[in-house]
C-alpha cells in the first residue's frame, strides 16, 4: 500500500469509531475496548508487509515502544537521556508502521523491544525510511461522566483532565522531531478523547480548552 492509502485509512477508521461512540456510547466500557474496535476496523484496511528475511508483519500495532525514555510524572512529558535506572520507555496506544521501514529489518529490529538493538539499527538509519512510524495515536476514555458537587473545586478538575490529555499529545509530538538531529520518527498523530454521560457546559469548556490542539479530536457520548 502506498503511504497516502495507509493514513486514509486510518482517517477512515477513526471516523468509524468516532460515529460509533457519539451513537452508541455503551457498548464500551473500558479505553481497551476502543483500542480493540479501533484495531478491529483498521486491521481489515491495511496489508500485510513481510521484512527483509520474508517474515510477514501486520502494520498496525498495539502498546509499540517509545524511541526514547522519557519522564510521565504528575502529567507532564520530558524526554530524558538514556538512565536506564531512572528512566523508562513509553508506549503508544496504537502505531501503524512504515511498510518501508519493514522491509529493511529483521523482526528483531521491527518490534523494537530491544532498546540498544533498535537505537543502533533503526534510529541510526531513520533518514532512509523516515518516518518509521506512519501514524501514532493515543486513546483516553472518561467513562464516569464529568460531573462536579456543590463546592467542588470544578476549575482544577477540568484542568487535572485536560493536562491528561495534553501529555499524551506531548508525547506524540515529540516523536514527530525525534531524534532532534534528524527528527522523523513519526509522521501523521491523533490523540482520541471520548468523554460519557458529561453535562453539555462542560463538554463545551473542554472543547474550548482543547481548541487550539490540533492534535486532538473529541467525542463525546450520552
Do not use: W
Request: proline fraction near 4%; aromatic fraction near 12%; include cysteine.
Amino acid at each position: 500500500m502506498h503511504h497516502q492509502d495507509i493514513i486514509k485509512a486510518v482517517d477512515e477508521s477513526i471516523e468509524s469509531l468516532c460515529s460509533k461512540f457519539r451513537s452508541h456510547p455503551t457498548l464500551f466500557f473500558t479505553e481497551n475496548d476502543l483500542v480493540c474496535y479501533f484495531y478491529s476496523i483498521l486491521q481489515q484496511k491495511l496489508s500485510i508487509c513481510k521484512d527483509r528475511d520474508g517474515h510477514e508483519h501486520f502494520l498496525i500495532h498495539t502498546e509499540y515502544p517509545t524511541p526514547f525514555r522519557c519522564d510521565m510524572r504528575n502529567n507532564r512529558f520530558e524526554i530524558k537521556d538514556d538512565d536506564r535506572g531512572r528512566y523508562q520507555r513509553g508506549h503508544y496506544d496504537i502505531v501503524v508502521l512504515n511498510p518501508d521501514f519493514i522491509k529493511e529489518h529483521s523482526y528483531k529490529v521491527i518490534k523494537a523491544q530491544n532498546y540498544e538493538l533498535y537505537k543502533e539499527a533503526a534510529l541510526s538509519q531513520i533518514d532512509r525510511y523516515k518516518p518509521i512510524v506512519l501514524y501514532g495515536i493515543e486513546f483516553m476514555f472518561r467513562r464516569d461522566p464529568l460531573r462536579f458537587s456543590r463546592g467542588e473545586n470544578k476549575k482544577k478538575a477540568i484542568e487535572m483532565f485536560v493536562a491528561k490529555i495534553e501529555q499524551d499529545v506531548d508525547k506524540l509530538l515529540a516523536s514527530k522531531n525525534f531524534p532532534k538531529d534528524k527528527k522523523g520518527f513519526m509522521g501523521q498523530v491523533k490523540m482520541l478523547t471520548f468523554v460519557k454521560g458529561t453535562p453539555e457546559d462542560i463538554c463545551e469548556l473542554l472543547g474550548k480548552k482543547l481548541s487550539d490542539r490540533n492534535e486532538i479530536i473529541l467525542c463525546f457520548g450520552d
